[in-house]
């Protein structure tokens, strides 16, 4: 299954403004590289659930069909962050016209104002029906380019949250660092700004000192990305599961394809919490969230075919241009484990003809599992099957 090409990370140049950094002055300047374009309004978005089997889609497109999403980051328009991200950025020192309008449209509308206590964080943009999308269909999503529409994001750690509940936040803890604030709810927050350099590379900038930085390479991805689920009940944007959504899998960034099992007619594909970073396991409870304009390709992969990607599990899966990612959910980690070592199984022997025995003798050898994330209620990992170790194997 080849790739197309696709573009790098990308942002429009800009001025400097805060700590020596530059940023995309206007993001209508960027690219828009898909055939339809889906804005996020208070129309197009859902705050906090996802797509269930009586979303109506906000827009319709074609099997094969290219989509430019300009996709919102909830961190710095969140209620513990004041629900006014104009205030909350000025005191980073970021301008009001610096402020994405979306989302300075979004956090003052009376989306979720009533039911935010029952509901997850994210802004998810959707759904997008695909034409002919029916139960039993896989649909591939394409990442196809990825531009930062802004040059500042946040990394947020919540009471109750992360990988050390109880023990972080600290509330009597001083923090000394000078990007690093806590908010009246006890939320710490860490700002961090982008350093370009002139190859191109991109680097995050999480200053804890008076003059020094952890510089660190963006590689920016989307962490939501789903297909409707089949129950009427309210989706809750937090925990992923077969339908996909908050999978937080940081290699799926540009080139890279999700295969998710198609559960309502139509698909309702959606897409939300956009990173311009992320460490596997995503301790502290977000990666670097910030706004991106994502281009995706939706296709869907029928019959045999269908099969040959994920085995018979029916469980997201993933690929690179080096890579096969089988990928394990579950709220128990050890579960979790498990249930990537099945998809991965599922796929060597549908995918390759391995015997299952052979198939679990190479993936002791030869694999990495890594932790996808631990902090999302259903945690996830998942396996990285080199395609070089199979040559004549598509």
Request: hydrophobic residues 40%; glycine residues 10%.
């Amino acid at each position: 299954m080849p790739h197309s090409a696709a573009p790098s990370v990308a942002a429009a140049h800009g001025t400097s403004y805060a700590h020596g950094t530059s940023y995309a002055p206007d993001p209508g300047d960027l690219p828009v590289d898909g055939r339809h374009q889906l804005r996020t309004t208070v129309d197009t978005a859902r705050w906090g659930e996802l797509p269930n089997a009586s979303s109506a889609p906000v827009l319709t497109v074609d099997d094969g069909d290219t989509v430019t999403l300009d996709l919102v980051s909830h961190e710095g328009i969140l209620p513990d962050q004041g629900r006014d991200p104009v205030a909350f950025f000025a005191d980073h020192g970021v301008p009001e016209r610096h402020v994405l309008a979306d989302a300075r449209d979004i956090a003052a509308s009376d989306l979720a104002r009533d039911t935010a206590d029952r509901l997850g964080p994210h802004i998810v943009t959707g759904p997008v029906a695909v034409r002919g999308a029916r139960p039993g269909d896989l649909l591939r999503v394409d990442t196809l380019s990825l531009y930062r529409r802004t040059h500042y994001g946040i990394v947020s750690n919540r009471h109750g949250r992360g990988a050390l509940p109880g023990e972080l936040p600290d509330d009597s803890a001083e923090l000394t660092d000078p990007d690093t604030r806590r908010t009246p709810t006890g939320t710490v927050t860490a700002f961090c700004t982008v350093e370009r350099q002139p190859d191109g590379a991109e680097f995050g900038l999480l200053r804890y000192g008076p003059t020094a930085k952890a510089r660190f390479p963006l590689d920016p991805f989307v962490g939501i990305m789903g297909v409707a689920s089949a129950d009427e009940a309210p989706v809750h944007s937090v925990p992923p599961g077969r339908h996909g959504g908050n999978l937080d899998v940081k290699h799926l960034a540009c080139g890279s394809s999700l295969y998710l099992p198609v559960q309502v007619d139509g698909a309702g594909f959606h897409a939300g919490d956009p990173h311009f970073a992320q460490g596997n396991g995503e301790v502290a409870l977000t990666a670097l969230e910030a706004p991106l304009r994502a281009t995706v390709r939706l296709s869907l992969v029928r019959g045999d075919t269908a099969r040959r990607v994920t085995g018979l599990l029916g469980e997201p899966f993933a690929e690179t241009r080096t890579h096969w990612i089988a990928i394990g959910l579950d709220a128990d980690l050890n579960e979790a484990m498990s249930q990537c070592v099945r998809s991965a199984l599922a796929f060597l022997t549908a995918r390759t003809g391995m015997d299952r025995a052979t198939a679990y003798a190479y993936l002791s050898a030869a694999t990495d599992f890594e932790v996808s994330q631990v902090v999302d209620s259903v945690k996830g990992v998942h396996a990285m099957i080199r395609k070089s170790d199979f040559p004549g194997v598509l």
